[in-house]
């Protein structure tokens, strides 16, 4: 049952993440507004009914409730700020939910300047990759206040099922850092693991029938490696994104005077494919570092 307080969505940014998202909520009875930078990346969900907006300001000013779903920090605050932005022309008392992985600085910004326009605002950072987008079963990370959070709890329920308020503005971002910091050494692990298989005469299939069930599993072993094991680098999660969120995470920690030797060695390999030319790519292809002679 959709509430009516909260029953226009707008989304902006339908990319692998954000169109998936958009259409668990359209399938849940929403009204969806979108708006993306390239219009042909929403007609599917156009198709399906959603309601395509000209601008940010359009789709900010007749939603209920705004969600971003954008690339880079500097994405969210060309969509937050100014006269055209999601702040300035959100109704009054309105939700707006950033949910891409960006700085906890800029969501500190966010939500202070939402809060002097009467517009509550959350940051929500997901993880589960284009897998639990399209299932509705993304980890959902969220920073803000405890009102806002339980207003919009069902709208975080359609796209996620562990979802967790963290704390304050910011935290939902800090949160999803040190997910990235986990993921970016398991990353270096996988890798090796399916090439010392492969090297060692193994069927990598059947190493991962053994291993994802032991002391070893984790989320990237069972569902990327199957895909680097047949060269699928299709992106679930963009190579050039991860860098994105490895280097806001290494500034993060310096900042906290932190050393994370595993962060820097594993931005530095994804760097390295970006080089060559592979930013596209999905984090998977990683191993292609592992392979090369």
Not at 39 to 60: H, P, Q, R, T
Not at 176 to 184: D, V
Request: glycine share 10%; aromatic share 6%.
């Amino acid at each position: 049952m959709v509430s009516e307080n909260l029953s226009t969505i707008g989304f902006v940014g339908t990319g692998v993440m954000g169109k998936s998202m958009a259409n668990n909520l359209l399938n849940e009875g929403y009204s969806v507004l979108v708006h993306t930078r390239t219009k042909a990346k929403a007609e599917e969900l156009i198709e399906k009914g959603a309601i395509w907006k000209d601008s940010v300001a359009d789709l900010a000013s007749e939603a209920n409730v705004t969600i971003s779903m954008v690339g880079y920090p500097s994405d969210v605050e060309e969509i937050y700020f100014g006269e055209k932005g999601i702040i300035k022309n959100a109704i009054a008392n309105s939700y707006i939910i950033d949910m891409t992985t960006s700085s906890p600085s800029l969501a500190e910004k966010i939500y202070e300047e939402a809060h002097s326009r009467h517009v509550h605002s959350l940051d929500a950072p997901v993880s589960g990759g284009d897998i639990g987008a399209k299932s509705g079963k993304l980890a959902i990370m969220v920073g803000g206040d405890p009102e806002v959070f339980d207003a919009v709890k069902p709208i975080f329920d359609v796209m996620g099922e562990n979802i967790v308020l963290q704390g304050n503005a910011g935290s939902g971002q800090h949160t999803k850092l040190c997910n990235q910091i986990a993921i970016a050494s398991n990353m270096i692990g996988v890798c090796e693991a399916i090439v010392y298989a492969e090297k060692a005469g193994l069927d990598p299939l059947k190493v991962l029938e053994s291993i994802t069930t032991g002391a070893a599993g984790s989320w990237s072993l069972s569902n990327l490696a199957p895909r680097m094991i047949r060269d699928d680098y299709d992106p679930g999660f963009y190579i050039k994104h991860f860098i994105k969120d490895m280097s806001i995470a290494l500034e993060s920690a310096k900042d906290m005077e932190m050393l994370t030797p595993g962060l820097e060695l594993s931005l530095s390999l994804y760097q390295s494919l970006a080089e060559k030319g592979e930013e596209e790519k999905g984090t998977q292809a990683l191993i292609k570092w592992f392979q090369q002679k």
